[in-house]
């Protein structure tokens, strides 16, 4: 008889003594479950947050809060059933191949003679362009920035942006003293008129090198939706 209070006095503490080691158990697991789901949550957000893939494999820059990467905004390829050929392997948007057509015949109408040098850049061309002429000339991505732009940064991309040089003068095609030819003063005075404008001035905010034969179509709401960003931007 005596036992049975003993066996309970001894169960008891026994007894309230493992509800305590479960309730600190689930305590203790609760709060390694809220450990290990904030862990992942660091290891899967945090180095997406931090730092994003770059959009140009093999090129260490990431673009800035308005999307530009090394001064040049993004822009989409434009698909082949978008192109109207100008030539054998030039190819550029119908409405801004028709107006190059016409300020073409204006300009040599009045002895001008404007040649289209480079038109539409796909992007896996540009890619080659940037990365090789980077290599050739053992020149960081930010310097090659500054002449070229990275690929999928390209107005040539869009089938608006031409290369123009004077025909009279391939000695100063892509090349800044194209400014003092005959070409590049008709240019100046009357692209606007056929809806041409120059992307990169000297001193242009985006920071690129002054290109005086680099030209962009804004005449369509297409073009002109594509090249708002830089448009705002100069502003
Ligand atoms: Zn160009």
Not at 50 to 72: N, Q
């Amino acid at each position: 008889m005596d036992d049975i209070p003993l066996a309970r006095r001894s169960q008891q503490p026994a007894a309230s003594g493992s509800r305590a080691g479960a309730r600190l158990r689930l305590v203790l697991l609760a709060g390694a479950l809220v450990l290990a789901g904030a862990g992942l949550v660091v290891y899967v957000y945090g180095p997406l947050r931090r730092s994003p893939a770059p959009p140009v494999a093999g090129l260490d820059a990431r673009p800035s809060g308005d999307g530009r990467l090394l001064g040049h905004f993004p822009y989409p390829e434009a698909r082949a059933d978008q192109l109207a050929t100008l030539a054998p392997g030039v190819q550029l948007r119908p409405e801004a191949a028709e107006s190059l057509r016409a300020l073409q015949r204006d300009a040599q109408a009045q002895g001008v003679r404007i040649e289209v040098l480079s038109a539409f850049r796909p992007v896996e061309l540009q890619r080659s362009l940037f990365f090789d002429v980077k290599s050739e000339r053992n020149q960081s991505a930010r310097t090659r920035a500054r002449v070229s732009a990275p690929p999928g940064y390209s107005e040539h991309s869009t089938g608006y942006a031409v290369d123009l040089g004077d025909a009279t003068r391939p000695d100063l095609h892509l090349n800044p003293a194209f400014d003092t030819t005959a070409a590049y003063r008709w240019l100046k005075a009357n692209a606007h008129r056929y809806h041409f404008q120059l992307s990169f001035p000297r001193n242009n905010p985006q920071g690129v090198n002054y290109e005086p034969w680099h030209w962009r179509y804004e005449g369509s709401t297409t073009a002109l939706r594509l090249f708002e960003p830089a448009q705002r931007f100069a502003r």
